[in-house]
């Protein structure tokens, strides 16, 4: 079957640095998404891997390793409003977006 | 219109109505979604649409049904509605089905009671 997993929810200090893994099982595979999403909001795009590798963009970096199925999101310098759901998604083989549950990111002071 | 639109913003309805959600796109993008998005679950695809005049079926489309009469218009309809059926519903496009950047309208929070 197909499976994206990533953890349920994550909590991190402002100003700190935090990794979101999600690792994956799909059939096929032809590009991995970040979304965030903040409550109440419909998901914004964040990043776009298809390559392994690192693709950074200010202060959100995504890596992908093809290999091991495992993407993961790193948000440097943490800000309040950086407080979201990050929604892992995966292009399958007929190029559908397979989902991940998500996982709600907490920002303290 | 800027980008898409979706109404009604939202909605409580009586199990068993007929319910017409509609998406509305000015970005010109041959591709249109439907998902569903529930607590603790990831978003769930209901309808798709590759361009104007196909629809196909997507992961959850039981008690769900689309058209695509035009490029802007992608409209999900439910037959007779059911409690199950109580979520925030999204409409997404994408430019083509293999450019899969997906955009996303502001939702439509239903309630079946």
């Known amino acids: 079957g197909q499976n994206i997993d990533q953890p349920t929810e994550m909590t991190a200090t402002e100003g700190a640095i935090v990794q979101i893994n999600c690792t994956y099982q799909t059939s096929g595979f032809n590009g991995l998404f970040w979304y965030q999403q903040h409550a109440g909001e419909a998901p914004t795009f964040l990043s776009y891997?298809?390559l392994d590798g690192l693709e950074e963009k200010g202060r959100f970096s995504s890596f992908l390793s093809r290999s091991k199925g495992y993407s993961y999101l790193l948000l440097k310098e943490l800000q309040m409003k950086d407080s979201a759901s990050y929604l892992c998604?995966?292009?399958?083989?007929?190029?559908?977006?397979?989902w991940g549950a998500g996982t709600k990111l907490i920002i303290k002071p | 219109i800027a980008g898409i639109t979706q109404a009604p913003t939202s909605q409580i309805l009586a199990a068993g109505r007929r319910m017409t959600l509609r998406c509305t796109q000015d970005m010109r993008h041959n591709a249109m979604y439907w998902y569903r998005q529930d607590l603790g679950l990831g978003l769930r695809l209901i309808h798709y649409s590759n361009t104007a005049g196909t629809t196909g079926k997507g992961e959850v489309p039981d008690g769900y049904s689309v058209s695509r009469a035009n490029t802007d218009d992608f409209p999900l309809t439910l037959a007779s509605a059911v409690p199950s059926q109580t979520s925030v519903y999204f409409c997404a496009t994408a430019r083509d089905i293999t450019y899969n950047e997906q955009f996303f309208g502001p939702g439509t929070r239903l309630t079946v009671l």
């Open positions: 891997n298809v």
């Open positions: 998604a995966v292009t399958g083989s007929n190029y559908q977006l397979i």
